[in-house]
């Protein structure tokens, strides 16, 4: 394959992972900012009557920027549930809509939806002060620091609660993200941090000069990994690591080594082929390998070529599955799909620890079993991983194109089967 055709190649690796990392972002702070009740433009016309479209803002705001047809922003805009929702009026919570100018002040206050007494809340939405002037060219942090009564706000007369209740909701909701909220927090180097980092440069070195002729230093290498990546940080790479920094973003500040152990572990295999992670830094391959130098020759199988191929599928399928619990928020925590919180032993559950316990039993047997078929971490690292002159448009590159449509599909009609599973 010419070389041209290899870096096409894994550019097109590379554009798979950045889009699906990309469209469970998107998802995420599109259910953040909207959840089951997304924002819409026509309301938000009925302050701002020229908005032609919203789009979500992914910081810590967790609002919708407002723009007109020409592309510019005109205004921005929050919803106070799901904040309001155990503020209860007369009988029920109260869901705002909180429309701002580009320099966030108020623009207007509308009632999008409540669990109030209809009565009540036509009361509110038919006063001719309320909604309108309460708040209107207050800054958002005005507003914010004091609450109703702080503020002198009176109840809309025959609706006092539920009117209240509004202004407790946009006051909270403001509340919860303020100007100072943009100040820059430091990143926090620990021990562990620094510890991780030299490991991981360690283990690079290794990959790199190889350990041929030299088993002790491999041997003593592994055992390094497992004791203080598996028994004493617990920094192990794991679907629900990747998928969580994929929603929320990475926390370079609060766990720089981690954040750079997962970066070199992208990396090194995107541009050099090293399989970095998988042979040199994971506590669960490292064990496995272990073991099964240690097993007397006899216990060792040989995987029949059909049921090897089957047996590939697994990987890819558990993929598929994470997407599918992440996208549809299932009650499934993604850390029982995998063996690594076994190595946090405050933390293992009875499902992670079977999956490693069975692992490492297969290891025994036949070499690195869970590593060839059973690791979804493994194989998205593995898919990353360029292959030298041999590489070429293989199967799993089709199924990752498949994978990235699966992600697509889900994040387009979640909102609807997940109200359905809610009504159901």
């Known amino acids: ?91 029920g919570s109260t869901d705002s809509l909180v429309v701002l100018d580009p320099g966030l002040r108020v ?9 109030d007494t209809t009565d009540h809340v036509g009361d509110v939405k038919g006063d001719p002060y309320f909604l309108k002037k309460t708040w209107k060219g207050k800054a958002w942090d005005a507003v914010a620091s004091k609450t109703p009564e702080q503020a002198g706000i009176e109840g809309v007369a025959g609706a006092t609660m539920t009117s209240l209740a509004v202004a407790e909701g946009v006051q909270r909701r403001l509340l919860e993200w303020r100007a100072e909220a943009e100040v820059a927090r430091p990143v ?15 283990a690079i070195a290794l990959a790199f000069t190889g350990t041929h ?89 040989h995987v029949r070529a059909d049921l090897d191929r089957a047996l590939r599928w697994l990987a890819p399928g558990l993929l598929a599955v994470v997407l599918v619990i992440a996208f549809l928020q299932l009650p ?6 995998e063996p690594f919180d076994a190595y946090v032993l405050s933390a293992a559950g009875w499902a992670t620890a079977s999956i490693a316990v069975a692992g490492l039993i297969a290891s025994l047997f036949v070499p690195m079993a869970y590593c060839h078929y059973g690791c979804p971490t493994g194989a998205l690292l593995n898919f990353i991983r360029a292959h030298g002159r041999s590489d070429g448009f293989r199967r799993r590159d089709a199924v990752a194109a498949l994978l990235v449509a699966l992600a697509w599909l889900l994040a387009r009609y979640h909102l609807p089967i997940h109200a359905w599973m809610v009504s159901a």
């Open 213 to 301: 002729g030299r088993p002790w230093l491999r041997r003593g290498f592994q055992i390094l990994v497992i004791a203080y990546v598996g028994f004493i940080t617990g920094d192990l790479l794991a679907q629900s690591l990747i998928v969580g920094w994929a929603q929320n973003g990475a926390p370079w500040r609060s766990a720089p080594g981690l954040v750079l152990l997962l970066a070199a572990s992208l990396v090194v295999p995107w541009t050099t082929g090293k399989a970095l992670y998988c042979q040199h830094l994971c506590p669960h391959g490292a064990a496995q390998e272990l073991l099964h130098k240690i097993a007397p020759r006899r216990w060792r199988l």
């Open 188 to 202: 926090r180097w620990q021990i562990h941090d620094y510890g991780i980092v030299a490991i991981t440069l360690a």
């Open 1 to 91: 394959m010419s070389r041209a055709k290899r870096v096409l190649l894994q550019l097109y690796r590379l554009a798979v992972l950045v889009a699906i990392a990309w469209i469970i972002r998107a998802h995420a702070v599109h259910l953040r900012v909207s959840g089951l009740t997304p924002l819409w433009v026509e309301e938000v016309r009925a302050v701002l009557p020229d908005a032609a479209e919203l789009r979500d803002d992914p910081s810590e705001r967790a609002g919708v920027f407002i723009h007109d047809a020409k592309g510019t922003q005109i205004g921005y805009a929050v919803r106070t549930a799901p904040l309001s929702d155990s503020i209860v009026g007369y009988r």
């Open 332 to 337: 499934i925590d993604l850390a029982h799909l």
């Open 107 to 115: 623009l207007g206050v509308r009632v999008r939806s409540s669990q």
